[in-house]
């Protein structure tokens, strides 16, 4: 009898709009919860037959949540460094524990802070996830997610770091006379040839000792210089302390000429510097300019003067901040002023991120609806930058959730009409006994 289709039509109609209901329930609940992707509920038909015949049997309705993962959230600000937000695609990894027995989750809830034994964690307990780098701020990419680490940076707290870096600004006078004769290498640092400008630097080795190298200059043409780096002779391998000698030319305008197609020259190399103490090194990289710049090393008519100079490494004392990059590079600054570079983090991005799995906390989970995750640092193929100091908010619109609040209840109350209708009608076919 189609009275009993209709009665089950309605019995659908009052599960749809229930689900659909409690969608809204949800949505409205984490209307401040931090990176939260609302749910929209659309409707389908049921159909019991679909020819057309002279009765009808009603098949009633069901309702098919969609999780709008993909909707990009507003970035509000935020006053920890550590509160993370991506704008544009993709997602932070984290795992729920910590090692490889962890559930890899990934998440736009970034409310990090660290935790007691200062590892990043969200306040759903997720742990960030990063590539950690070595001393040249390098890491690895496999592309899977068992290369990453927790992210934690206290583990540098009382450790040293090599000097890797040196920049340096400084003016060489034009007017200077030209000495006569050639210099060889090793003159500057012997003494045989006296430096028209020089400048001593304090790098450190891997221990944190402090070494002092010196930086001499000499004029041996019109726009021509020798330049030397040595050091103590007791302290490096190097023959005489030596590190490195070499031409230095500049254009007619005073700027550098850094180009080896037209000259090489040792100083424009970085340095590998063996200690005699058996501390390790790394190389040191020579910032004194680049091709016909005014950023490193000038010659002009002013006195022979360093301008700026910048020199890392060195020990490491307490973490005074944590600072992150838009492009995901994890920094600890410590209190002596030195700032490392310690993790990269990667964001994650899906060929269908609307089909990932939803878990409790936020977070999300690899589905066949979704494909398979690609990992890779932030801004590049197709992943979204991350933005310090800020939260992604909640998608959820409050005036769009009532206004889906009042059609459900009323499409809930019409489908509760047609069961009491029908039980009116069947009660009218038991009378007929009567």
Same mark, same amino acid.
């Given at each position: ?35 939260? #992707? ?5 409707? !389908? ?7 057309? &015949?002279?009765?009808?049997?009603? $098949? ?10 993909? #909707? ?13 937000? *991506? ?31 200062? +590892? ?37 707290? $009382? ?6 870096? %040196? ?18 290498? $090793?003159?500057? @640092? /012997?003494?045989?040839? &006296? ?23 000499? #004029? &041996? ?7 030397? *780096? ?7 391998? @190097?023959?005489? $302390? ?29 340095? #590998? *510097? ?9 190389? *040191? ?33 307490? %973490? ?31 060929? /269908? ?32 930058? %991350?933005?310090? !100091? ?11 959730? +009532? ?16 069961? &009491? ?14």
């Amino acid at each position: 009898m189609s009275l009993y289709s209709a009665l089950y039509a309605g019995v659908s109609g009052l599960s749809a709009e229930s689900a659909a209901m409690a969608a809204v329930a949800d949505n409205i609940t984490n209307i401040n919860t931090v990176g939260y #992707k609302g749910t929209d509920t659309q409707f !389908s038909t049921l159909v019991t037959d679909g020819r057309a &015949t002279t009765t009808y049997s009603a $098949g009633g309705v069901s309702a098919m949540p969609q999780a709008l993962i993909s #909707k990009q959230g507003l970035l509000q600000a935020s006053s920890s460094a550590t509160d993370l937000g *991506i704008e544009g695609g993709g997602f932070f990894v984290t795992r729920t524990g910590l090692g490889s027995g962890g559930a890899v989750a990934f998440t736009r809830a970034g409310s990090f802070t660290p935790d007691a034994a200062a +590892f990043l964690r969200n306040t759903a307990g997720f742990y960030l996830q990063g590539w950690r780098l070595d001393s040249s701020g390098k890491f690895n990419n496999t592309g899977n997610v068992a290369a990453l680490e927790p992210v934690r940076v206290s583990d540098l707290t $009382g450790t040293a770091m090599a000097t890797n870096s %040196i920049d340096l600004r400084a003016n060489l006078q034009s007017s200077a006379a030209a000495v006569t004769g050639p210099v060889n290498r $090793g003159d500057l @640092a /012997n003494g045989t040839v &006296t430096p028209q400008f020089t400048r001593a630097l304090t790098v450190y080795d891997a221990q944190g000792g402090s070494h002092q190298v010196t930086m001499g200059f000499v #004029k &041996t043409a019109a726009n021509t210089w020798h330049g030397e *780096i040595y050091a103590n002779p007791s302290e490096v391998t @190097a023959p005489n $302390g030596v590190l490195a000698s070499g031409e230095i030319r500049f254009n007619a305008d005073g700027s550098i000429v850094n180009d080896p197609s037209v000259y090489t020259s040792e100083m424009f190399s970085p340095l #590998k *510097i063996s200690w005699t103490n058996g501390a390790g090194s790394d190389p *040191i990289t020579l910032g004194i300019g680049t091709n016909g710049s005014l950023s490193g090393l000038t010659q002009f008519g002013s006195d022979s003067a360093l301008i700026t100079s910048s020199v890392n490494g060195g020990m490491l004392g307490n %973490i005074a901040s944590v600072q992150v990059s838009d492009t995901g590079t994890v920094s600890a600054v410590f209190e002596n002023g030195i700032a490392r570079k310690v993790f990269q983090l990667p964001v994650a991005t899906f060929p /269908n991120p609307d089909g990932l799995t939803r878990m409790s906390g936020n977070g999300f989970l690899m589905s066949n609806s979704s494909g398979n995750y690609a990992i890779n640092t932030p801004g590049t193929l197709g992943a979204g930058s %991350i933005r310090s !100091s800020m939260l992604e908010a909640s998608t959820v619109d409050l005036a769009q959730e +009532f206004s889906n609040m009042i059609r459900f209840q009323r499409a809930y109350s019409a489908s509760s009409k047609i069961i &009491t209708t029908v039980d009116d009608m069947l009660q009218e076919v038991s009378n007929l006994k009567r």
